[in-house]
């Protein structure tokens, strides 16, 4: 099934959908406020802009005022870590991070900046107890990755990894939230995608890290060190790996699991986020 003809439940659903929005207005998520939902549309075309795809898959979530802020994060921007730079204008060009100490990942991409209706929708899902915006947001990065990179060449689709002590707490994997539908998604596009495609349980934590709010590039690299491990059953060695997470700051995270990965016999590793911060 083509990305641009995906439609969010059967005719009956999204009447009933309609007819409840009518009496009973959504409020939403960034300004807080009661909204008019739009009526039930297509999907935007396959290569329609990302931010077309943003404000279709999130109508029922924001009003179409805070909708409009979503910042996709596009070129200019270092090809490595992802960073978009100030300037509009410009080729592609690794950034002063990147050319000072390369990261072990191959190249990181992000839907959108981490600011506005999208950093409230993160924060929503993360801690705002909205678990139903993972698979919508799963949804835009899956639009990220058709743009930037083709599925069938990711081997393994892997989340970053909460520790057991932080996973009970929350409840859920904002990560592996992302991701639990793509294998329909790739399927329905010809990938094939085998059933250890998303592997969630491929990439583990070792230990608890405190959070990273807050800290330098530095002290959040020396939070994890030995923080992440690889299963000893996960079949690693040779193959492309994607890692997903929600947003990407300075790339310790991500570096820190891709050392171990590429440590495992990885070819690759790349890296995908729903937000990069700037």
């Given amino acids: 099934m083509a990305s641009g003809r995906w439609m969010d439940g059967n005719p009956l659903v999204r009447l009933v959908r309609s007819l409840s929005a009518a009496i009973l207005p959504p409020v939403c998520c960034d300004c807080g ?35 409009q802020r979503f910042a996709a994060v596009g070129s200019p921007r270092c090809p490595c870590c992802g960073e978009p730079f100030a300037s509009p204008h410009g080729l592609d060009h690794l950034c002063g991070v990147c050319r000072a100490q390369p990261p072990r990942f191959a190249a990181a991409r992000a839907a959108g900046r981490y600011e506005g209706p999208l950093r409230t929708l993160i924060h929503q899902h993360k801690y705002g107890g909205r678990e139903h915006l993972g698979s919508l947001l799963g949804r835009l990065l899956w639009e990220v990755l058709r743009r930037e990179w083709d599925p069938a060449v990711i081997d393994h689709v892997l989340p970053v990894p909460l520790h057991p002590r932080r996973l009970r707490q929350r409840g859920f994997n904002q990560s592996l939230a992302l991701i639990q ?14 059933d250890d495609w998303v592997a969630p349980r491929w990439l583990v934590r070792r230990r608890p890290t405190r959070p990273q709010t807050g800290l330098t590039r530095k002290e959040r690299a020396a939070n994890l060190q030995q923080a ?21 700051t300075t790339g310790a995270t991500a570096d820190a699991c891709a050392g171990v990965l590429l440590d495992r016999g990885a070819a690759e590793v790349r890296l995908l986020t729903v937000a990069r911060a700037v």
């Fill in 181 to 194: 539908g793509w294998p329909r998604l790739a399927r329905s596009e010809g990938v094939a995608a085998a």
């Fill in 228 to 248: 992440f491990g690889v299963h000893p059953a996960a079949a690693i060695a040779g193959r492309r790996i994607l890692v997903v997470d929600d947003v990407l």
């Fill in 33 to 67: 406020r009661l909204f008019r939902m739009p009526a039930e549309p297509m999907a935007p075309e396959a290569r329609a802009p990302l931010a077309h795809w943003f404000r279709f898959l999130l109508r029922q979530h924001l009003c179409s005022g805070c909708a």
